[in-house]
T-cell receptor, first 111, second 115 residues
Framework: SQQGEEDPQALSIQEGENATMNCSYKTSINNLQWYRQNSGRGLVHLILIRSNEREKHSGRLRVTLDTSKKSSSLLITASRAADTASYFCATGNSGYSTLTFGKGTMLLVSP | GAGVSQSPRYKVTKRGQDVALRCDPI?????LYWYRQALGQGPEFLTY????????KSGLPNDRFSAERPEGSISTLTIQRTEQRDSAMYRC?????????????FGPGTRLTVL
């Protein structure tokens, strides 16, 4: 079963615009991670935010976490065509080493 | 350095045949994970190992699926008597330590098609 639900399912923007993707989950978590998957390629880890953190930055990425609402958002600023990919949130639960992935958001960035 | 590798990259088999999928994790990584990903979905957990010990196999769909990591490095996922519903991308990942706080590095996957 999949815990995370990304929203929207698909997002289409122009280069230079910002892209925001949201993730909601159901049970308590230890951490939340975002991964990117390019067409035909493997998953690449983007960022990890722990349950006691509220915001984290990495380059053009900004992730927020609201444990009271059981939700997270991923913001990609100044998007590029190369950002076109599917983005997945994955939750890690306390005491468990496995990740539970959502269904993903497909992002299309047009030149 | 080398990332996670998987072989074969593509496997086409007939219903009823057994298949073995191989994963070679990043050297020194303690934990190894197997996931299955259907088209348009996120990866779904199958099983994972710390060193050679299988810690959790709760995600394996049924007893036709098994996995091993006998020397704590390379792992094999075996599917016996394959069925069409087993068709999917099978992904392997490894992490330095299996506490859930570390990123997982994914391999390119094996695309399994059961005819």
């Amino acid at each position: 079963s999949q815990q995370g639900e990304e929203d929207p399912q698909a997002l289409s923007i122009q280069e230079g615009e910002n892209a925001t993707m949201n993730c909601s989950y159901k049970t308590s978590i230890n951490n939340l991670q975002w991964y990117r998957q390019n067409s035909g390629r493997g998953l690449v880890h983007l960022i990890l935010i722990r349950s006691n953190e509220r915001e984290k930055h990495s380059g053009r990425l900004r992730v927020t976490l609201d444990t009271s609402k059981k939700s997270s958002s991923l913001l990609i600023t100044a998007s590029r065509a190369a950002d076109t990919a599917s983005y997945f949130c994955a939750t890690g639960n306390s005491g468990y080493s496995t990740l539970t992935f959502g269904k993903g958001t497909m992002l299309l960035v047009s030149p | 350095g080398a990332g996670v590798s998987q072989s074969p990259r593509y496997k086409v088999t007939k219903r009823g045949q057994d298949v073995a999928l191989r994963c070679d994790p990043i050297s020194g990584h303690v934990s190894l994970y197997w996931y299955r990903q259907a088209l348009g979905q996120g990866p779904e957990f199958l099983t994972y190992f710390n060193y050679e010990a299988q810690q959790d196999k709760s995600g394996l769909p049924n007893d036709r699926f098994s996995a091993e990591r006998p020397e704590g490095s390379i792992s094999t996922l075996t599917i016996q008597r394959t069925e069409q519903r087993d068709s999917a991308m099978y992904r392997c990942a490894s992490s330095l330590v299996g506490t859930g706080d570390y990123e997982q590095f994914f391999g390119p996957g094996t695309r399994l098609t059961v005819l």
